[in-house]
């Protein structure tokens, strides 16, 4: 197991549902469902716990089951990820069992799939990763380290964006590359094809164990598969009304370059920085600074080793 030694300052507020009774799968595949409706439509995919530590996902899909949800059209199919990480997540210790080996949200690259590397979450992916082949939408639920707003991760196509506008939450929505470090499940095949009707949103729904992400969790997949027409409208139509969203999109990931990374204030996500050169922190000597007017620092992160993501700075687009 890779040791993630970082203290936790948030309370646990979320339970974590047993997934047990979702254990055996319909699919050949442990803990992944599909439920077809017979008739045409897309193929739709919700996933949950590609990090251990994340529970706000599982919540949704625990709700998604004992409601009984099915497809109207298409078919559904509820995908359980990384669920050694979660099996063994401690709310003593909870940011622990992010992962176990490697984080599973960056080995989605084909060469790295089916390359003679093997770690726990690489094995799972590759399980996995059939259940994937014919999925038209996929909603991937994720959360935060810090307390922060909630954000929906479109990816770098209009397409994505577009289905993320009409999910109509939460409030921020940002189009991005990923990461250096390896391929997300969200940007996997067509998904990150432009010329592809094949789509994929990537949600953070807030801190990973406070109440309300697990909230918007559940509200957020109830949209998207209204949004994608696997449920009827009338289960949206008991919903508050949606705010007005506002759209960015990445204009630089910071990837760590060396052995020491610094913040030079305790940021913790979804600050617009009004002024272009703003001091963001150091990466060893070299001063990390914001591109430009009105940059929104998105999710700042406390694992700050070489190679990995300190932040993302992302930018409005523009109208039109």
Not at 106 to 129: F, G, H, M, N, Q
Not at 280 to 302: C, F, Q, R, W, Y
Request: include cysteine; hydrophobic fraction near 40%.
């Amino acid at each position: 197991m890779t040791q993630i030694n970082i203290p936790n300052e948030y309370s646990v507020e979320l339970e974590t549902p047993d997934i047990e009774p979702y254990a055996a799968g319909n699919t050949g595949i442990p803990y992944v469902w599909r439920f077809g409706s017979g008739l045409p439509g897309p193929n739709v995919m919700v996933s949950a716990v590609v990090h251990g530590n994340e529970p706000c996902g599982v919540i949704a899909l625990d709700w998604l089951f004992r409601e009984d949800i099915r497809p109207l059209c298409g078919s559904l199919t509820l995908a359980f990820m990384n669920v050694d990480a979660y099996h063994a997540f401690d709310s003593a210790d909870p940011n622990r069992t992010r992962w176990l080996d490697e984080d599973m949200n960056r080995v989605w690259d084909k060469e790295v799939l089916e390359s003679d590397r093997t770690s726990i979450e690489l094995e799972r992916a590759r399980r996995v990763r059939p259940a994937l082949e014919g999925i038209d939408c996929l909603l991937d639920i994720h959360s935060m380290q810090h307390l922060a707003p909630p954000l929906m991760m479109s990816g770098r196509h209009r397409k994505s964006k577009d289905l993320a506008a009409r999910v109509g939450v939460p409030e921020r929505i940002v189009g991005d590359a990923g990461h250096a470090a390896g391929r997300r499940m969200r940007d996997y095949g067509a998904f990150d094809d432009p010329n592809s009707t094949k789509t994929a949103l990537l949600i953070e729904c807030g801190q990973h164990w406070e109440a309300s992400s697990g909230a918007l969790a559940v509200e957020a997949t109830v949209r998207f598969l209204a949004a994608t027409g696997t449920i009827a409208q009338d289960r949206v139509d008991a919903l508050d009304p949606v705010p007005q969203q506002s759209f960015y999109t990445v204009a630089r990931a910071v990837t760590i370059e060396s052995d020491t990374f610094t913040f030079a204030q305790p940021f913790t996500g979804g600050e617009v920085l009004p002024d272009a050169g703003t001091l963001i922190g150091h990466d060893g000597d070299t001063p990390v600074t914001t591109p430009a007017d009105n940059t929104m620092l998105v999710m700042p992160s406390k694992r700050l080793w070489k190679g990995q993501t300190a932040v993302r700075f992302a930018v409005p687009d523009r109208p039109g």
